[in-house]
């Protein structure tokens, strides 16, 4: 059971829900002041343990810039000046806009009388080491124009290690859109809630290393803005464990663990059935079988002797013809199945089949074209079991050719996504977005571009379907299996990242990966 801290780090919030659970807060009593030397001071702890761990930096007493703004993004920026300023830290403060909300006009006034300097032009600012951005906060909606477009270009040339407050300043907080120019920084203290423009791919090279600034936000606020089950969530690693279907009972059997069917492969694409299985094998299901085209079931054998390895008839291309499984066995017989890695389009016929059962379903790859050449929508919308998709951003395209602008709102993408069809949809990217038909998602706020290989997916197929089978078995939660999945494999990729940088990181190379980083996850 989580306490309501752990769930308030998991929430990403709007800019105007910000507001509304801020307006709360400040209904309830607390004064603006209080909760910004509340927040100021937290964000000074941090700059300083950043600045003494040298990380990032290489420096001793480091000369430190502080770019405020007019609103109480800049009023918090002031405060950590003032701290900084009273244990030692040379400070510098750039204030560009003359007209200032009141309560941050009272910290400028005061920086004043400590003899801080000020300046309305970024230039004499450059030879500091270190940068605190306070410029803009949340809620941002018009694009920056000069001059101080001008001040964060040349701001962002000089390479110096930046902290943003809340959000780098010029990012559109809920879309993560950069309004003409943005602040690239090195890090984001992300204040009191995650913002959602956080979790965009076109915000990553913005934000640097986010973290959140948790000052104590009652969870009661939180429903009352939100309602009982926030909507939007980011996967936590606490989260991801509670999720696992560990520890088994202590008397089970290998028919109690899950059964898996893998539909994946041709003669074309071998490798992908290879990576799906130990992808599979990686989860723990307790049985595992896997339907390959004739030709390659002795190699499969050599790989995966665990498995069942089913031999089906082949096309002339050296696909998948037709499921032959073995025995009395039907597509009913598995608790879950996962179809698509190097299977091909033409086994088309194979899929269809697929779609016809009653059973918790996972299409990628080929399976997802097959799909979108049907215009099967509406198959997915008619199956009572559950059905997960996870398509990347092109196969994306085409199974919902008529929703716009993937790239720059994945968030309501994926949303709309689940809901057209009925299905999990977990669309792929450095911020892996997950959906539900009821408009749930769940973020993946950690991955590493060390996952963009051939092959990655089918690992990620192989692991989900493998959880799957093993939720289904025991009457556990399959959307949560899907973000416990997408967490465990891209966790097992940034460990592969620190042991063997990132081009050492090939598909086969994070299978062995994926069992290490859960049991370091559980120490």
Known sequence: MFDNRELISQVAVTAAQMRDIEGRIFAAGMPVAALMEKVAGLITRRVEEIILQGEKVNFSTPCVGI??????????????????????????VYCPISKLKELTSQHLQFIHSLDIPCYESIEPLQDCDFFIDGLFGFGLERDITEPIAGAINQLNQWHKPIISIDVPSGLHTDTGKILGVGIRATHTFCLGLWKLGLFEDQALEYIGEAELIDFDIQYTDLQAVLGEVPKIKRITTATALSALPLPRQQVTHKYK???????????????????????????????????????????????????????????QTGAIAELKLPGNKDLNSFDAI?????????????????????????????GLNIIANMGALQTLQKRQASTILTPHAGEFKRLFPNIENVNQNRILAVQEAAKQSSAIVLLKGSRTAIANSQGCVWINSQSTPALARGG???????????????????????????????????????????????????????TKYLIPVLASAKK
């Open 67 to 92: 770019i405020a703004g007019p609103g109480h993004n800049g009023g918090d920026a002031l405060v950590v000046a003032r701290e900084l300023h009273f244990r030692g830290y040379e400070v510098k």
């Open 338 to 366: 996962a179809c698509g890695p190097g299977i091909t389009v033409d086994a088309d016929s194979v899929v269809r089949e697929i779609l016809d059962c009653s059973q918790d379903l996972l299409l990628d790859a080929d």
């Open 257 to 315: 663990e899950g059964h898996l069917l893998l539909v994946c492969g041709s003669r074309r694409y071998s490798g992908g059935a290879i990576l799906t299985g130990l992808g599979a094998r990686a989860s723990g299901v307790g049985l595992l079988s896997i339907a390959v085209p004739q030709s390659l079931a002795a190699t499969m054998v050599s790989h995966l002797p665990e498995a069942l390895i089913i031999g089906c008839p082949e096309t």
């Open 456 to 510: 990655s997916g089918d690992v990620l197929t192989g692991l989900l379907g493998g959880l799957m089978a093993q939720a289904v078995s025991r009457n556990l939660s399959v959307e949560k299996m899907v973000a416990t999945a997408a967490w465990w494999h891209s966790s097992a990729a940034i460990l592969a990242t620190q042991e063997r940088t990132q081009l050492g990181v090939d598909a086969f190379t994070l």
